[in-house]
């Protein structure tokens, strides 16, 4: 018995994985692949926009500067979200 045991074992070991778990890992290193994508995509607006204006301007004045852009972007969506649709 025990060496049935042991031999179960060994085959199970053996065993490749399952068919979904390789599409999991395909899944898996698509969306991985988006998430890098869109890093370089940000990475590549700040060096054209924010690294621009520090080098020219200074990083205080261009930080506190889009910190006021974010901040009224968020207000505006904050106010259509409560409002709701206009017809």
Known sequence: MQLLMTF????AK????PWYLAILK???KEVLDL???FR???LMIK???YDALADKFGATGVALVFIAIMVILFMIIITRVIRGKDD
Do not use: A, P, V
Not at 8 to 11: M, Y
Not at 14 to 17: A, C, I, S
């Open 8 to 11: 179960l074992l060994e085959t």
């Open 14 to 17: 053996k065993e490749e994985n």
């Open 26 to 28: 395909g899944i898996w």
């Open 35 to 37: 998430g890098k994508d």
């Open 40 to 42: 370089d995509f940000f």
């Open 47 to 49: 060096e054209h926009t």
